[in-house]
């Protein structure tokens, strides 16, 4: 039984004629003696009506708690109309499409309410529908305990549920679709010259989402690399092949004397919304103690990280400006943020012991008069904090430097 996972995002349901468009994938794919289960997000985007963002504010004006029962009941609302919308959509088409919430589709979580993780994917419920020739429309992003209560996987949980149902039933690929046509070098409306990327690893596209990329959730993709799945990047309004991941891991030999010339890099990834943190504290272990446990005890997760003797300099989400200001002024730090900065990545498994790569980056900004405030690298990323009004002119600096346009 060759099975295909097809998860459409909110803005690839938000209307009837996309909803019949991405029937007929489903029912082509069907056609071709194939089995899809079809995983759809809630429809649309913030302030459209059944978003899950909107769900959340409509919550915040009457009562807002983190992580509860009732909120997770509530967030799956979308997922659920979508669900129910696509099914009937594909009933339309003489198909037998049938909606299932989570727990009707099997998938079993922990009562962590808001990021359950899940423990285990009962496959029966969806092989008995596969057999009597259904085609099963589970609602993304969420789950249920044991007990029934519903649950919800975190933001980007539909990219998940997709990953999860390909692993339970071995699924063939698992087809994220998408609004672009692949994974790109960059994000095209900041480089017009950014390309499809035809296939990449497992690793590098886990980067490129940690480090900004939108195209697929990294939980998805480390779930996918876990059961050897392979994931495919593609577009519900065309029909290019688009992006294959999967494992991946040869690269140019990092010895040849002509690499600079090759394509070191794969990608330039790129997050706004960052401020820069400077602490201005001796070091002391009391005091270095005292400002790391009130980050943990506040929930504050940092990045790019330097510590010197006389200052702490790392990166938070502008999202803890509020509570990083508040940490610092009640244990009496002498501090300084710099806001509405960005960060800009740049990712590629041919740089692993590539020698010059951070001078050809340096290089590239400088030339454009791009100040870098500070940066932080792996054996495979190089990240640069600029200024949000420097990173459109970064990320084409960079994307140009390295002939990822060709």
Do not use: W
């Amino acid at each position: 039984m060759d099975i295909i996972i097809q998860k459409f995002g909110g803005t690839s349901v938000a209307t009837k004629e996309l909803r019949e468009t991405v029937a007929k994938k489903v029912i082509e794919t069907k056609n071709r003696g194939k089995y899809p289960i079809v995983v759809v997000s809630a429809i649309g985007r913030n302030k459209d009506p059944y978003a899950t963002d909107t769900l959340l504010e409509f919550a915040r004006n009457t009562y807002y708690e983190e992580e509860s029962r009732e909120l997770d009941l509530l967030m799956a609302c979308g997922e659920i109309i979508s669900s129910v919308m696509m099914a009937n959509t594909i009933k339309s088409m003489g198909y037998k499409g049938i909606a299932l919430t989570g727990y009707q589709a099997g998938i079993i979580t922990d009562n962590h309410y808001g990021d359950a993780q899940v423990l285990k994917v009962d496959t029966n419920p969806i092989y008995e529908l596969l057999k009597n020739d259904y085609i099963p429309v589970v609602t993304g992003f969420q789950g249920a305990t044991e007990k029934g209560d519903i649950t919800t996987l975190g933001r980007g949980g539909s990219d998940t549920t997709a990953a999860i149902l390909g692993e339970a039933f071995h699924a063939k690929f698992v087809e994220i679709y998408t609004d672009v046509d692949g994974v790109m070098t960059a994000d095209p409306r900041l480089v017009a010259e950014a390309k499809v990327i035809e296939e990449i690893g497992y690793d590098e596209i886990y980067q490129m989402a940690e480090y900004g990329a939108k195209v697929v959730h990294p939980k998805a993709v480390m779930i996918a690399k876990r059961g050897n799945i392979p994931l495919k990047i593609k577009s519900t309004l065309s029909n290019e092949p688009g992006t294959m991941i999967f494992h991946n891991e040869t690269y140019t030999n990092p010895y040849n004397k002509n690499i600079l010339e090759d394509k070191i890099l794969t990608a330039i990834a790129h997050k706004n919304n960052i401020a820069q943190v400077n602490v201005y504290v001796e070091d002391c272990m009391e005091k270095n103690e005292i400002l790391m446990n009130e980050l943990t005890r506040n929930h504050i997760s940092i990045d790019l990280i330097n510590f010197f003797i006389d200052k702490k300099v790392f990166t938070i989400e502008e999202k803890n400006l509020v509570k990083i200001e508040k940490v610092l002024r009640e244990n009496h730090f002498d501090f300084h943020i710099e806001k509405n900065c960005s960060k800009i990545t740049a990712v590629g498994h041919k740089m692993r012991g590539v020698p010059g790569v951070m001078a050809k980056i340096v290089k590239a900004l400088s030339s454009h008069h791009i100040k870098i405030l500070q940066t932080s690298d792996s054996h495979t990323t190089i990240s640069c904090l600029v200024k949000d009004i420097d990173t459109q002119r970064a990320v084409n600096a960079l994307h140009k430097e390295f002939h990822l346009f060709k």
